[in-house]
T-cell receptor, first 112, second 108 residues
Framework: EAQVTQNPRYLITVTGKKLTVTCSQN?????MSWYRQDPGLGLRQIYY???????DKGDVPEGYKVSRKEKRNFPLILESPSPNQTSLYFC???????????FGDGTRLSIL | RKEVEQDPGPFNVPEGATVAFNCTYS??????FFWYRQDCRKEPKLLMS???SGNEDGRFTAQLNRASQYISLLIRDSKLSDSATYLC?????????FGAGTRLTVKP
């Protein structure tokens, strides 16, 4: 089954404790992306990757890091999480940066 | 000014109604356009792509006007199951911008 898998689905943690949200896709897609969704603000792109070893900042990259060492994985790293990063996060992939994306189920992150 | 502006609604319509959503975008170099549907903070799902010639999928019609930088979605004969938030998406070289979403509630 074609899918984008995010882990964990839910996480409650504390300020300053480094965390990684993993994202994996099994569709051999070149393009992957991370979003956060906050009430009233819609989905905002954090980082995207057009291909392996190529990453670009989206609309709200501050406080986040990503890496794309292999095609299927695109982890999102919060080196020093803060409460304003409490949000619902989605990972997505697409054949390329111009085609519709397939989204993961989301990760609900709470930082206290 | 936001890159993608969308009427937030909410739209409350009876079953069988026709409803239209609009979206404007600011980047004239944008290349791809989509409408997504999102249910109750679940993952967004593609409803349809939007082409300059206009395209239709059953009860749904999407239009793109590049000159006015405007996309639209028309839903005919609304069903209860159409209740959701509708998101317009504009893409420029992989940079994806979402509208804030328009909430639709279809009532019996």
């Amino acid at each position: 089954e074609a899918q984008v898998t995010q882990n964990p689905r839910y996480l409650i943690t504390v300020t300053g404790k480094k965390l990684t949200v993993t994202c994996s896709q099994n569709m051999n897609h070149e393009y992957m992306s991370w979003y956060r969704q906050d009430p009233g603000l819609g989905l905002r792109q954090i980082y995207y990757s057009m291909n392996v070893e190529v990453t670009d900042k989206g609309d709200v990259p501050e406080g986040y890091k990503v890496s794309r060492k292999e095609k299927r994985n695109f982890p999102l790293i919060l080196e020093s999480p803060s409460p304003n990063q409490t949000s619902l996060y989605f990972c997505a992939s697409a054949p390329d940066g111009f085609q519709p994306q397939h989204f993961g189920d989301g990760t609900r992150l709470s930082i206290l | 000014r936001k890159e993608v502006e969308q009427d937030p609604g909410p739209f409350n319509v009876p079953e069988g109604a026709t409803v239209a959503f609009n979206c404007t975008y600011s980047n004239s170099a944008s290349q791809s356009f989509f409408w997504y549907r999102q249910d109750c903070r679940k993952e967004p799902k593609l409803l349809m792509s939007v082409y300059s010639s206009g395209n239709e999928d059953g009860r749904f019609t999407a239009q793109l006007n590049r000159a006015s930088q405007y996309i639209s979605l028309l839903i005919r004969d609304s069903k209860l199951s159409d209740s959701a938030t509708y998101l317009c998406v504009v893409t420029t070289w992989g940079d994806m911008r979402f509208g804030a979403g328009t909430r639709l509630t279809v009532k019996p």
